[in-house]
């Protein structure tokens, strides 16, 4: 795969799926993680014009480009594809 452009496809986070019924705080609880893990998203691929970023990175993305990215199937793996500007924030390595 070769992605052109000023593209960026992001890996998405997991949703952990339970086979138990969670009571209304716990599950409040795993929101809160899982608004966690999209406030640091990797970097899968960056595009041919891309020089500020790469794979591996943890970036920060608003949540209305998030809402709006293309959603891509890699394998069993979805993908989101945004614009290289749409990155707002590059974590420093600690952060992952």
């Known amino acids: 795969m ?3 452009g000023k593209r960026v496809l992001l890996t998405t986070p ?6 138990i019924e969670l009571t209304p705080e ?8 899982m608004i966690q893990e999209w406030t640091s998203l990797e970097i899968y691929a960056v595009g041919t014009d891309v020089t500020t970023f790469k794979p591996g990175d943890r970036v920060y993305v608003s949540v209305p480009s998030l809402s709006s990215a293309e959603r891509i199937m890699i394998g069993e793996d979805a993908k ?3 614009n290289e ?3 707002a924030i590059i ?3 600690a952060k992952k």
């Open 26 to 33: 716990v599950e409040k609880q795993l929101e809160m993680d």
């Open 85 to 87: 500007f749409e990155i």
């Open 2 to 4: 070769k992605l052109l």
């Open 14 to 19: 997991k949703k952990k799926e339970s086979i």
């Open 80 to 82: 989101l594809m945004i």
């Open 91 to 93: 974590w420093d390595n």
